[in-house]
């Protein structure tokens, strides 16, 4: 995230959420409305959150609590919302190819880095239980007062455009953006388009 991140002119923080990359998770931050209540409780001054796939739940959850220091919210390709009619694909048995092909407009610029740790899973489970949903955020986001945009990469299989207009759907006032050419990570994929999209 950090390369995008200078995109944004050194005007950015990007915060290793408590339990991932290796860091300490507190015990009493088991799920993610309790990361977006330490977060709100953190912000010392009027702040904008971006958050991308997990994190967009967490700015979603941020904004539902009504921090006075949280001014405006952007969820990019945000998972967390109960859309029955466009479930979060689970990803949790896909070999890394098939998790490219979801996650990415064109898989092929976007190579695997063995380098590259994958993904938190104790963390994530530990947060989200693996359930990339919560059925009882639609109810709080109802009292959104905000502003917020939702973009979303057009090619994301992870989930689709249709489950991020009806996050948009689910915020009074939200804008939606279609971010063309670009998958679940469009941050990664399209960072140069992204920052005028939000």
Known sequence: MRPF????AGRAIVP????????????????????????????EEDTTVIGNSIGGWIAAEM???????????????????????HPVTDVRTL????????????PALMAADPSRRGPDVAA?????????????????????SLPVRVVWGESDGIVSPAYGRAYADAIPGAEFTL?????HLPQL???ERLPSAI
Do not use: C, Q, W
């Not at 959420?17 to 709100?40: K, Q």
């Not at 971010?179 to 998958?183: I, M, T």
């Open 5 to 8: 991140a200078d995109l944004l």
């Open 16 to 43: 290793t959420h408590p339990g991932f990359d290796g860091t300490p998770r507190p015990a009493d931050l088991n799920s993610i409305r309790d990361l977006a209540l330490f977060y709100n409780e953190m912000l």
């Open 63 to 85: 904004a539902s609590l009504g921090s006075p220091r949280l001014v405006r919210a952007v969820l990019v390709n945000a998972v967390g919302l109960d859309v029955p009619d």
């Open 95 to 106: 070999a890394p190819a098939e998790l490219a092909a979801l996650s990415f407009h064109d």
């Open 124 to 144: 994530l489970a530990a947060y989200t239980g693996m359930r990339m949903t919560d059925p009882t955020l639609r109810d709080r986001l109802k009292t959104v």
């Open 179 to 183: 971010l063309p050419r670009a998958g």
């Open 189 to 191: 994929e399209a960072p």
